[in-house]
T-cell receptor
Framework: NAGVTQTPKFQVLKTGQSMTLQCAQD?????MSWYRQDPGMGLRLIHYSVGAGITDQGEVPNGYNVSRSTTEDFPLRLLSAAPSQTSVYFC?????????????FGSGTRLTVV | EDQVTQSPEALRLQEGESSSLNCSYTVSGLRGLFWYRQDPGKGPEFLFTLYSAGEEKEKERLKATLTKKESFLHITAPKPEDSATYLC??????????FGQGTRLTINP
C-alpha cells in the first residue's frame, strides 16, 4: 500500500515549456486534489475531483489543467510554464468529500520555472 | 469566503515547556476542522479531525480542542521530535479544504 505517489520529486522548466505532474493513489479514494504551497501563502487548492470523469476548479486554477480518467490517477498539466508557477505541488486524496478521516498527501513535487 | 488564520507564525520552546497553537476560522457550515503536521521537505501528515464545538481529541503529547470560532492545539511537555510546522484547515459547505499559513514549532533540547 503505497498511499499517494507523486512524480517527479524535482523539476526545472524553462518559461513556456509544458509538463505533467503525476499523482497516483492505491487506496480507492474517490476524492483527489492538487495544492500548491508557497512561503507565507499556505496551501492553496488548484483543482479537485470527486470521482473519475469529474473535475472542478479550486482557488488558483489559471495555467493548470487536469483530467480524471481513472480512480487511481489525477495528473496536473502545466500548459505554458511561468516563473509564478515556481512552487511545491502536493496531491491529496480522501475516501470521500464528506466528514471523515483526513486527507492523505503525497510527498510533493518541487517545481522551478526559470 | 472560508478563512483560516493561525498564530503565532513561529514558536520556539524549550523541551518540556507546554504551550498552545491557535487556529481562528470563519466558515459557512463547518463539516470538519483538521490539524496536520508537516516536516521539512515532506507532505502534510494528518493528525486530527474535529466536527463540533466542545469536541476534543488527543494523540500522545498533542490535544486539539474546538470552539465555534477557533481551535487550539495544545502541546504538553514537548520533545525535540515534535518540531514541525502545524497546519490547520477547515472544510465547509463547499467541501474543499481551506488551509491556514501554519505555525512553525521548534523545540530546543
Amino acid at each position: 500500500n503505497a498511499g499517494v505517489t507523486q512524480t517527479p520529486k524535482f523539476q526545472v522548466l524553462k518559461t513556456g515549456q509544458s509538463m505533467t505532474l503525476q499523482c497516483a493513489q492505491d487506496m480507492n479514494h474517490e476524492y483527489m486534489s492538487w495544492y500548491r504551497q508557497d512561503p507565507g501563502m499556505g496551501l492553496r487548492l488548484i483543482h479537485y475531483s470527486v470521482g473519475a470523469g469529474i473535475t472542478d476548479q479550486g482557488e488558483v486554477p489559471n495555467g493548470y489543467n487536469v483530467s480524471r480518467s481513472t480512480t487511481e490517477d489525477f495528473p496536473l498539466r502545466l500548459l505554458s510554464a511561468a516563473p509564478s508557477q515556481t512552487s511545491v505541488y502536493f496531491c491529496a486524496s480522501s475516501y470521500s468529500t464528506g466528514p471523515g478521516g483526513g486527507y492523505t498527501f503525497g510527498s510533493g513535487t518541487r517545481l522551478t520555472v526559470v | 469566503e472560508d478563512q483560516v488564520t493561525q498564530s503565532p507564525e513561529a514558536l520556539r520552546l524549550q523541551e518540556g515547556e507546554s504551550s498552545s497553537l491557535n487556529c481562528s476560522y470563519t466558515v459557512s457550515g463547518l463539516r470538519g476542522l483538521f490539524w496536520y503536521r508537516q516536516d521539512p521537505g515532506k507532505g502534510p501528515e494528518f493528525l486530527f479531525t474535529l466536527y463540533s464545538a466542545g469536541e476534543e481529541k488527543e494523540k500522545e503529547r498533542l490535544k486539539a480542542t474546538l470552539t465555534k470560532k477557533e481551535s487550539f492545539l495544545h502541546i504538553t511537555a514537548p520533545k525535540p521530535e515534535d518540531s514541525a510546522t502545524y497546519l490547520c484547515a477547515v472544510q465547509g459547505g463547499a467541501q474543499k479544504l481551506v488551509f491556514g499559513q501554519g505555525t512553525r514549532l521548534t523545540i530546543n533540547p
